[in-house]
């Protein structure tokens, strides 16, 4: 039974192995390979917690998900001096670099805006209201949910199939 599953696997992944990795002396990448029935099978997903303390003790870790961030937010932006002061008043680089970190980490993030427009949390935002950007909190995916009656059903919005609303657990 275990030649013949063998023997299948040797045959769905060919003759050699096309990573460009060969060595006769140990038949790595060869015909006779204990390699060609190596599968590949999907690894344990790691919680929210696990992550976390990944990323505080491991500095490994910690640079593979800082990493492209860093790379990516170096030079932040060139703009007017009064927008400029207004963006380091409500710290947007910090934010956007928290953002990027917690959407690495955990597979996603978002920026929740905390906005001076007259109305309440429950009341949608009228964007000709708003009178000042108050604060930025970045939340990560496990804080972020949404309704099924919340995704868009208009297929001629950009964001159909998507959540018009998101349900955010601010801390």
Same mark, same amino acid.
């Given at each position: 039974?275990? %030649?013949?599953?063998?023997? &299948? @696997?040797?045959?769905? +992944?060919?003759?050699?192995?096309?990573?460009?990795?060969? #060595? !006769?002396?140990?038949?790595? &990448?060869?015909? #006779?390979?204990?390699?060609?029935?190596?599968?590949?099978?999907?690894? !344990?997903?790691?919680?929210?917690?696990?992550?976390? *303390?990944?990323?505080?003790?491991?500095? /490994?870790?910690?640079? @593979?998900?800082? +990493?492209?961030?860093?790379?990516? /937010?170096?030079?932040?932006?060139?703009?007017?001096?009064?927008? =400029?002061?207004?963006?380091?008043?409500?710290?947007?680089?910090?934010?956007?670099? $928290?953002? &990027?970190?917690? &959407?690495? +980490?955990?597979?996603?993030?978002? /920026? !929740?805006?905390? =906005? *001076?427009?007259?109305?309440?949390?429950?009341?949608?935002?009228?964007?000709?209201? @708003? $009178?000042?950007?108050?604060?930025?909190?970045?939340?990560?995916?496990?804080? =972020?949910?949404?309704?099924? *009656?919340? @995704?868009? %059903?208009?297929?001629?919005? $950009?964001?159909?199939?998507?959540? $018009?609303?998101?349900?955010?657990?601010?801390?």
């Amino acid at each position: 039974m275990f %030649k013949t599953i063998q023997k &299948g @696997i040797n045959g769905m +992944l060919g003759a050699t192995r096309n990573d460009g990795w060969q #060595n !006769v002396l140990t038949n790595l &990448g060869t015909r #006779n390979s204990r390699t060609n029935s190596t599968l590949y099978t999907s690894g !344990v997903k790691l919680d929210q917690h696990t992550l976390k *303390e990944i990323y505080r003790s491991n500095g /490994i870790g910690k640079r @593979i998900v800082n +990493l492209v961030v860093d790379d990516a /937010i170096r030079s932040f932006i060139e703009a007017d001096k009064l927008l =400029i002061k207004e963006l380091a008043r409500v710290q947007v680089k910090q934010i956007i670099l $928290e953002a &990027g970190y917690k &959407g690495r +980490l955990y597979g996603g993030a978002m /920026i !929740v805006a905390f =906005i *001076e427009d007259g109305l309440g949390f429950d009341k949608p935002v009228n964007l000709k209201s @708003i $009178e000042k950007l108050m604060s930025l909190k970045v939340v990560n995916n496990y804080q =972020i949910s949404w309704q099924d *009656e919340d @995704i868009c %059903k208009d297929f001629s919005k $950009e964001y159909y199939g998507k959540p $018009e609303v998101f349900i955010a657990k601010v801390l």
